[in-house]
């Protein structure tokens, strides 16, 4: 809702995608949608989750998850990819070594593309991106995430293997 005000009162085109399940609530009321901000929903130090759309219910599991493995998961909404919000990026790439797109969208061109780019430029570090690799089918919406490599489990593999390579590349 915030999203939609933004765009109608804002010079120049937008782009907002939508879902069409019901997707669970993960703000609250008070909640103040802003244009290239990137928002921690979740603080961590061993990797970082960094999510849109559907997808950031999921990170929030994922990392709740992951937690009772002994891993903390910072999770961020980035919900504007046009201005990205580099800065808060840049920071989770430092801060936590490593980093996890998620996105209901193709692996290429869209977050874990910008993200990519914002690391490669600034602070290089293991990326894993949680997205569709190529054309899904019509079905119903959660049933198709969780078919097409989009699940919670998913999420936590790629935080596991996004680590891994951390360790690796620390060597």
């Known amino acids: 809702e ?3 005000r933004l765009a109608a009162y804002t010079d120049g085109p937008f782009y907002i995608r939508l879902s069409r399940p019901a997707t669970p609530v993960v703000h609250n009321n008070d909640f103040q949608f802003k244009l290239g901000e990137a928002e921690i929903i979740r603080d961590g130090s061993d990797v970082s989750i960094l999510a849109c759309g559907v997808m950031v219910s999921r990170a929030i599991e994922a990392a709740e998850m992951l937690l009772q493995q002994g891993i903390e998961a910072r999770v961020m909404n980035v ?3 046009a201005p990205i919000d580099e ?3 840049i920071k989770a790439a430092g801060e936590t070594g490593c980093l996890v797109t ?3 969208h193709y692996v290429r061109g869209g977050l874990n593309s ?3 780019q914002v690391v490669g430029a600034a602070n290089p570090v293991p990326v894993e991106a949680v997205a569709l690799v190529g054309y899904a089918e019509s079905g119903k919406g959660f049933e198709l995430l969780d078919k097409y490599g989009l699940s919670t489990t998913d999420l936590i593999t ?3 293997r996004a680590i891994a390579r951390k360790k690796e590349y620390l060597k």
Request: no cysteine; hydrophobic share 80%; aromatic share 0%.
């Open 158 to 160: 790629a935080a596991l």
């Open 2 to 4: 915030a999203a939609i």
């Open 114 to 116: 910008v993200v990519s």
């Open 79 to 81: 919900a504007t990819l």
């Open 87 to 89: 800065a808060a990026i």
């Open 102 to 104: 998620a996105e209901e």
